[in-house]
């Protein structure tokens, strides 16, 4: 059907006396069109009077929309076994002109910040190659909405740590902090609410207090109000993500940053800038960053198990075998774990990222292979022992490790020797034994035996004088 544009056209060449052949060779249209238009002399585009095919089923139409939920291949299929056979065409048109089933189309706002007013904050899942293995991660995206600076990073999951962390990267990397920041009511922010009645949990308040930002909330269905964050989503996938291998989350993140680099300073025809250049006109109204900023970090508290081992996120990290049983504290940063056993001692730990089941262990944290962990204090006996016959020093130290029974209980028969038994006769029969090499306490007793007989309790002849034995 021709425009009223063309018709226009005709009826303006056939008054400056064009044959109708020449009008249809230029406009590139029939002769039998340009003397229809010729026959009607008028430029107004004749209304379709032609009734539509799917008019008399209007209602039928209607009252399949809901039980089919909108679907309108299943409403073509419920009219054909009524008997009424229309084509798919013919029922989308019918519905599309008269708005049946159909959401009416919003059309898009478009927002303006100033500088320094507004930075967006999302987050969206994506599968990369990780040390050769493919995985889903969680991406994390910050753009400011004035300048479009772009930064991202990746981590294995996404919870208020990672939260922390990656918007005090971002706020470093912008070099200053805006008015507010917007998120999509997630629940690693909210404590409760949405949109403008969110409120934030207690920590990330603390958090945003200590930059000087506010946390805001766009309204439910409202997607386009951060639709500066929701863009990059489609680089990182289709352009970032694309043919790269990553080593490990170090090398994964770093090339992040460096993408980062190379996006922010790229021309951008949308804005007809490049983000760098307008950042430093945005940076004059950032609020400067805090003079100290603490590393963020997650503190709790363990108990050494008896392998000498703390629990952390399905992860075992070593600390000393003379810490089991006690209860530590545990510091964990984005790059370390640090065992705090006391307010002099700690350990410190490479920070395992993703929930693979690791041990890590340092070798110094274990005794050598076949000794016995060494008692941190010495058995009440053998200090009793060594103060009263400092002479078996040496004998009671080759004793420990030799005697065949518990050393608790060897330690109490030798305590009651030194007690019961003259000193010369106990000393006499303990360097026989260290010369020999025995330590069976029984058979040393019995020497002590031996030797108090003998010294002790000898009787002396008849007759030998006025002690002689009645």
Request: charge should be positive; charged fraction near 25%; hydrophobic fraction near 35%.
């Amino acid at each position: 059907m021709l425009s009223q544009n063309q018709r226009t056209t005709i009826l303006e060449l056939q008054a400056q006396g064009v044959s109708k052949r020449e009008i249809a060779r230029v406009l590139k249209i029939s002769r039998l069109s340009v003397r229809k238009v010729l026959r009607a002399n008028s430029a107004e585009v004749p209304k379709l009077l032609r009734p539509e095919k799917a008019e008399p089923y209007r209602q039928q139409i209607l009252e399949l929309l809901g039980p089919c939920k909108g679907n309108l291949v299943r409403v073509q299929e419920e009219l054909a076994a009524s008997g009424a056979h229309l084509s798919y065409s013919t029922l989308t048109a019918f519905c599309r002109r008269h708005g049946l089933g159909q959401q009416p189309i919003v059309p898009s706002g478009n927002y303006h910040f100033l500088p320094g007013e507004e930075v967006q904050h999302d987050t969206s899942p994506h599968e990369v190659e990780l040390g050769g293995k493919r995985r889903k991660v969680q991406t994390a995206s910050a753009v400011l909405g004035y300048s479009r600076l772009l930064f991202f990073q990746m981590y294995p999951t996404f919870t208020r740590f990672e939260a922390k962390i990656f918007l005090t990267e971002a706020l470093r990397y912008f070099g200053g902090v805006p008015a507010r920041l917007v998120i999509d009511n997630t629940h690693v922010v909210a404590s409760h609410g949405t949109g403008r009645g969110l409120v934030p949990a207690p920590e990330m308040a603390a958090f945003a207090e200590r930059f000087g930002f506010r946390f805001r909330a766009h309204e439910l269905g409202d997607a386009n109000r951060s639709a500066r964050v929701e863009r990059p989503f489609w680089f990182m996938e289709r352009n970032f993500l694309a043919g790269r291998r990553f080593a490990n989350w170090q090398d994964l993140n770093q090339q992040a940053r460096q993408g980062c680099d190379r996006v922010n300073a790229t021309y951008k025809k949308h804005i007809r800038a490049v983000p760098r250049e307008l950042l430093a006109v945005e940076r004059q109204h950032l609020k400067p960053l805090p003079t100290w900023i603490p590393e963020v970090y997650r503190l709790q508290e363990r108990i050494v198990d008896v392998e000498g081992y703390v629990a952390l996120h399905s992860h075992r990290y070593s600390v000393p075998f003379t810490g089991i049983n006690r209860q530590v504290e545990v510091r964990e940063t984005k790059d370390q774990v640090v065992i705090q056993l006391d307010a002099r001692n700690s350990v410190t730990h490479q920070r395992v990222a993703e929930a693979e089941h690791q041990r890590i262990t340092v070798a110094a944290h274990r005794p050598p292979r076949g000794a016995n962990s060494p008692r941190p204090h010495p058995h009440p006996e053998e200090q009793l022992i060594v103060q009263a016959a400092p002479e078996i020093a040496d004998y009671l130290t080759a004793l420990k490790p030799r005697s065949r029974k518990l050393v608790v209980l060897a330690l109490r028969q030798l305590l009651r020797l030194v007690r019961e038994y003259p000193r010369e006769p106990l000393l006499a029969a303990g360097r026989e034994a260290a010369h020999y090499g025995l330590y069976d306490l029984d058979r040393v007793e019995r020497m002590i035996l031996r030797r108090v007989a003998q010294e002790y309790f000898r009787l002396k002849e008849k007759g030998g004088g006025p002690d002689e034995t009645k």
